[in-house]
């Protein structure tokens, strides 16, 4: 006797209402696929904020041990911060971007360290910065050019120039505004 062969079952024919169940499916993917291709996604803010400030081309910080070239740059800083209300959780991370050399090095070191730091933002950054870019052998020759700066011979126009320059960098030396004036005004040549 020969053995009896399973018949195959036929597969069972989707229902109307399966039919109907998958075909709604399909219709909400479809509508979901649409929303993600007609929808732009939002700007990612970071990447905004780092085109806002390369319009103004601030200049690249390479870690000069020059007290002039990063409080200019600082200040390029702070007035882009200021004009492009720049949130302060993004600050750092803008700025730091712009480091060259030296300064690009010593970040390389130092951004762990602050960042673990709670409080750490852009006014920390700066004060770092001024610490380590601004050494103190050159921070004491220019108090005493300041404490020693008379106008002489030099046109008052130039005096006035030089005093202001070197009294950005000793502001313990003059703190407030009728302090400075005497200063200015004992320095003059009668």
């Not at 018949?7 to 169940?21: M, V, Y």
């Not at 004491?140 to 005093?163: C, D, N, S, V, W």
Request: hydrophobic residues 35%; proline residues 8%; charged residues 25%.
């Amino acid at each position: 006797m020969a053995p009896k062969r399973k018949q195959a079952k036929a597969p069972e024919l989707p229902t109307q209402e399966s039919l109907s169940q998958n075909l709604q499916r399909l219709a909400q993917i479809a509508q979901k696929l649409s929303n993600a291709v007609l929808q732009p996604s939002p700007p990612n803010r970071n990447l905004e904020i780092h085109r806002q400030v390369s319009e103004h081309q601030p200049p690249a910080f390479s870690g000069d041990e020059n007290p002039t070239i990063l409080e200019e740059w600082i200040g390029t800083f702070d007035k882009i911060f200021r004009a492009k209300e720049c949130p302060e959780s993004h600050q750092v991370e803008t700025a730091s971007f712009y480091f060259r050399h030296d300064a690009d090095i010593w970040w390389v070191h130092e951004k762990h360290s602050c960042e673990r730091s709670p409080r750490f933002n852009w006014e920390t950054l700066k004060t770092r910065l001024r610490e380590r870019f601004y050494p103190s052998h050159m921070k004491a020759t220019i108090y005493e050019e300041f404490l020693h700066l008379k106008q002489g011979a030099t046109p008052i126009a130039e005096y006035y120039r030089q005093f202001l320059k070197l009294a950005r960098f000793t502001p313990e030396l003059v703190p407030t505004e009728t302090i400075k004036i005497e200063k200015f005004i004992v320095g003059l040549d009668p």
